[in-house]
Protein backbone atom coordinates (compact mmCIF):
# COMPACT_ATOMS: atom_id res chain seq x y z
CA UNK A 1 0.00 0.00 0.00
CA UNK A 2 1.78 3.08 -1.11
CA UNK A 3 -0.61 5.94 -0.33
CA UNK A 4 -0.20 8.40 -2.95
CA UNK A 5 2.91 8.55 -5.06
CA UNK A 6 4.33 12.11 -7.06
CA UNK A 7 6.67 12.19 -9.35
CA UNK A 8 9.28 13.93 -10.15
CA UNK A 9 10.45 14.38 -6.75
CA UNK A 10 12.84 17.48 -7.71
CA UNK A 11 12.63 19.72 -11.10
CA UNK A 12 14.59 22.65 -12.78
CA UNK A 13 12.69 24.24 -15.31
CA UNK A 14 14.10 27.33 -16.92
CA UNK A 15 10.55 29.95 -17.94
CA UNK A 16 8.88 29.22 -20.77
CA UNK A 17 9.33 25.01 -20.74
CA UNK A 18 6.87 23.08 -20.27
CA UNK A 19 6.26 19.90 -18.07
CA UNK A 20 4.01 17.41 -16.16
CA UNK A 21 3.81 16.33 -12.37
CA UNK A 22 2.35 13.06 -11.90
CA UNK A 23 0.40 11.92 -8.81
CA UNK A 24 -1.49 8.59 -8.02
CA UNK A 25 -3.20 6.82 -5.22
CA UNK A 26 -3.83 3.06 -4.22
CA UNK A 27 -6.89 4.12 -1.45
CA UNK A 28 -9.76 4.07 -3.73
CA UNK A 29 -10.60 7.73 -2.90
CA UNK A 30 -12.90 9.67 -5.43
CA UNK A 31 -11.72 13.01 -4.13
CA UNK A 32 -8.16 14.45 -5.26
CA UNK A 33 -6.13 17.80 -4.93
CA UNK A 34 -2.96 19.57 -5.91
CA UNK A 35 -1.88 22.18 -3.55
CA UNK A 36 1.30 24.44 -3.90
CA UNK A 37 3.26 25.33 -0.35
CA UNK A 38 4.91 28.87 -0.26
CA UNK A 39 6.91 29.63 2.72
CA UNK A 40 4.55 31.53 5.26
CA UNK A 41 1.69 31.24 2.94
CA UNK A 42 0.63 27.89 3.80
CA UNK A 43 -0.76 25.63 1.12
CA UNK A 44 -2.93 26.82 -1.17
CA UNK A 45 -5.34 24.64 -3.63
CA UNK A 46 -4.72 24.85 -7.38
CA UNK A 47 -7.23 22.33 -8.68
CA UNK A 48 -9.30 19.69 -7.19
CA UNK A 49 -11.17 16.88 -8.57
CA UNK A 50 -14.23 15.46 -6.24
CA UNK A 51 -14.56 12.68 -8.33
CA UNK A 52 -13.26 10.65 -11.89
CA UNK A 53 -14.09 12.72 -14.53
CA UNK A 54 -14.79 15.99 -12.91
CA UNK A 55 -11.90 19.00 -12.01
CA UNK A 56 -12.38 22.43 -10.69
CA UNK A 57 -10.39 25.69 -9.68
CA UNK A 58 -9.12 26.34 -6.50
CA UNK A 59 -7.63 29.32 -5.19
CA UNK A 60 -4.87 30.01 -7.41
CA UNK A 61 -5.52 27.93 -10.81
CA UNK A 62 -4.33 30.48 -13.24
CA UNK A 63 -1.30 28.94 -15.35
CA UNK A 64 -1.84 25.42 -14.43
CA UNK A 65 -4.42 22.56 -16.05
CA UNK A 66 -5.53 19.28 -14.85
CA UNK A 67 -6.66 16.10 -15.67
CA UNK A 68 -8.11 12.97 -13.50
CA UNK A 69 -6.79 10.48 -16.29
CA UNK A 70 -8.53 7.69 -14.05
CA UNK A 71 -9.68 7.08 -10.46
CA UNK A 72 -6.05 6.44 -9.49
CA UNK A 73 -4.32 9.10 -11.13
CA UNK A 74 -4.62 13.05 -11.07
CA UNK A 75 -1.87 15.28 -13.16
CA UNK A 76 -0.89 19.00 -13.05
CA UNK A 77 0.38 20.59 -16.04
CA UNK A 78 2.55 23.95 -16.37
CA UNK A 79 2.41 24.84 -20.04
CA UNK A 80 4.25 27.90 -19.45
CA UNK A 81 6.79 27.87 -16.74
CA UNK A 82 7.36 31.44 -14.74
CA UNK A 83 9.46 32.17 -11.61
CA UNK A 84 6.23 32.49 -9.63
CA UNK A 85 5.35 29.08 -10.02
CA UNK A 86 8.45 28.04 -8.02
CA UNK A 87 7.15 26.00 -5.01
CA UNK A 88 6.85 22.67 -3.68
CA UNK A 89 3.47 21.11 -5.10
CA UNK A 90 1.63 18.46 -3.20
CA UNK A 91 -1.01 15.61 -4.37
CA UNK A 92 -3.45 14.48 -2.24
CA UNK A 93 -6.74 12.46 -2.01
CA UNK A 94 -9.49 11.54 0.39
CA UNK A 95 -12.33 9.80 0.95
CA UNK A 96 -14.66 12.86 1.62
CA UNK A 97 -14.48 16.30 1.05
CA UNK A 98 -10.97 16.76 2.09
CA UNK A 99 -7.86 15.72 1.51
CA UNK A 100 -6.68 12.92 4.20
CA UNK A 101 -3.30 11.68 2.79
CA UNK A 102 -0.66 13.62 0.91
CA UNK A 103 2.40 12.52 -1.72
CA UNK A 104 6.21 13.58 -0.73
CA UNK A 105 5.85 16.35 -2.89
CA UNK A 106 7.73 17.66 -6.18
CA UNK A 107 10.22 20.36 -5.45
CA UNK A 108 9.96 22.77 -8.68
CA UNK A 109 12.43 25.49 -9.41
CA UNK A 110 11.76 27.86 -12.65
CA UNK A 111 14.58 30.14 -13.78
CA UNK B 1 -5.39 37.40 2.79
CA UNK B 2 -4.87 34.32 5.31
CA UNK B 3 -8.49 33.10 5.47
CA UNK B 4 -7.58 31.00 8.81
CA UNK B 5 -5.08 33.04 11.60
CA UNK B 6 -2.85 30.94 13.52
CA UNK B 7 -0.71 32.16 16.25
CA UNK B 8 1.51 31.50 17.81
CA UNK B 9 4.16 31.63 14.92
CA UNK B 10 6.45 29.78 16.49
CA UNK B 11 6.75 28.12 19.91
CA UNK B 12 10.43 26.60 21.46
CA UNK B 13 9.22 24.57 24.78
CA UNK B 14 11.13 22.36 26.90
CA UNK B 15 10.09 18.45 27.10
CA UNK B 16 7.08 18.26 29.62
CA UNK B 17 5.75 21.20 29.36
CA UNK B 18 2.10 22.14 27.73
CA UNK B 19 2.04 23.88 24.58
CA UNK B 20 -1.36 25.20 23.05
CA UNK B 21 -1.85 26.64 19.40
CA UNK B 22 -4.83 28.48 17.81
CA UNK B 23 -6.58 28.65 14.80
CA UNK B 24 -9.17 31.45 14.07
CA UNK B 25 -11.27 32.71 11.22
CA UNK B 26 -14.48 34.86 10.28
CA UNK B 27 -15.73 32.07 8.28
CA UNK B 28 -18.06 29.42 9.33
CA UNK B 29 -16.59 25.76 8.20
CA UNK B 30 -18.33 22.45 7.85
CA UNK B 31 -15.08 20.65 8.82
CA UNK B 32 -11.69 21.72 10.47
CA UNK B 33 -8.56 19.32 10.27
CA UNK B 34 -5.20 19.88 11.93
CA UNK B 35 -1.98 18.47 10.05
CA UNK B 36 1.53 18.20 11.07
CA UNK B 37 4.09 18.44 8.58
CA UNK B 38 8.09 17.59 8.98
CA UNK B 39 10.79 18.55 6.95
CA UNK B 40 10.77 17.37 3.50
CA UNK B 41 7.32 15.84 3.56
CA UNK B 42 3.55 16.01 2.86
CA UNK B 43 1.71 17.17 5.87
CA UNK B 44 -0.21 14.15 7.62
CA UNK B 45 -3.23 14.20 9.11
CA UNK B 46 -4.17 14.54 12.59
CA UNK B 47 -7.53 14.84 13.29
CA UNK B 48 -10.65 15.94 11.38
CA UNK B 49 -13.76 17.64 13.52
CA UNK B 50 -16.98 18.60 12.38
CA UNK B 51 -19.34 19.59 15.17
CA UNK B 52 -19.45 22.76 17.08
CA UNK B 53 -17.75 22.56 20.62
CA UNK B 54 -16.68 18.94 19.61
CA UNK B 55 -13.51 17.67 21.32
CA UNK B 56 -11.16 15.30 20.53
CA UNK B 57 -8.34 13.48 22.35
CA UNK B 58 -5.51 11.48 20.19
CA UNK B 59 -3.20 10.74 23.22
CA UNK B 60 -1.37 13.71 24.41
CA UNK B 61 -3.17 15.73 21.82
CA UNK B 62 -6.85 17.77 22.45
CA UNK B 63 -8.28 19.21 19.60
CA UNK B 64 -11.47 21.55 20.42
CA UNK B 65 -13.62 23.42 17.59
CA UNK B 66 -15.27 26.21 18.68
CA UNK B 67 -19.35 26.08 19.47
CA UNK B 68 -19.42 28.60 16.07
CA UNK B 69 -17.24 26.47 13.99
CA UNK B 70 -15.17 29.26 12.86
CA UNK B 71 -11.92 28.42 15.37
CA UNK B 72 -10.11 25.71 16.73
CA UNK B 73 -7.40 24.62 19.56
CA UNK B 74 -4.58 22.19 19.81
CA UNK B 75 -3.43 21.31 23.48
CA UNK B 76 -0.19 19.29 23.53
CA UNK B 77 0.16 18.05 27.09
CA UNK B 78 3.73 16.80 28.31
CA UNK B 79 5.30 17.03 24.96
CA UNK B 80 8.18 15.42 23.46
CA UNK B 81 10.73 15.72 21.33
CA UNK B 82 8.54 13.73 18.54
CA UNK B 83 6.24 16.26 19.31
CA UNK B 84 8.34 18.62 16.77
CA UNK B 85 7.13 19.67 13.72
CA UNK B 86 5.13 22.26 12.05
CA UNK B 87 1.46 22.32 12.80
CA UNK B 88 -1.22 23.40 10.46
CA UNK B 89 -5.04 23.95 10.47
CA UNK B 90 -7.29 24.20 8.07
CA UNK B 91 -11.18 24.67 7.44
CA UNK B 92 -13.50 24.67 4.58
CA UNK B 93 -16.75 23.69 2.82
CA UNK B 94 -17.25 21.43 -0.58
CA UNK B 95 -13.64 20.34 -1.18
CA UNK B 96 -11.94 23.51 -0.99
CA UNK B 97 -9.85 23.43 2.21
CA UNK B 98 -7.63 27.04 3.00
CA UNK B 99 -4.69 26.06 5.22
CA UNK B 100 -3.63 28.39 7.65
CA UNK B 101 0.54 29.47 7.84
CA UNK B 102 0.71 27.32 10.61
CA UNK B 103 3.18 27.34 13.80
CA UNK B 104 6.79 25.68 14.02
CA UNK B 105 6.78 23.90 17.48
CA UNK B 106 10.13 23.10 18.75
CA UNK B 107 10.36 20.53 21.96
CA UNK B 108 13.56 20.34 23.40
CA UNK B 109 14.96 17.23 25.05
Not at chain 2, 2 to 31: A, K
Not at chain 2, 56 to 68: I, P, V, Y
Request: aromatic share 10%.
Amino acid sequence: NAGVTQTPKFQVLKTGQSMTLQCAQDMNHNSMYWYRQDPGMGLRLIYYSASEGTTDKGEVPNGYNVSRLNKREFSLRLESAAPSQTSVYFCASGARDWPQYFGPGTRLLVL
Amino acid sequence: TQLLEQSPQFLSIQEGENLTVYCNSSSVFSSLQWYRQEPGEGPVLLVTVVTGGEVKKLKRLTFQFGDARKDSSLHITAAQPGDTGLYLCAGGNDYKLSFGAGTTVTVRA
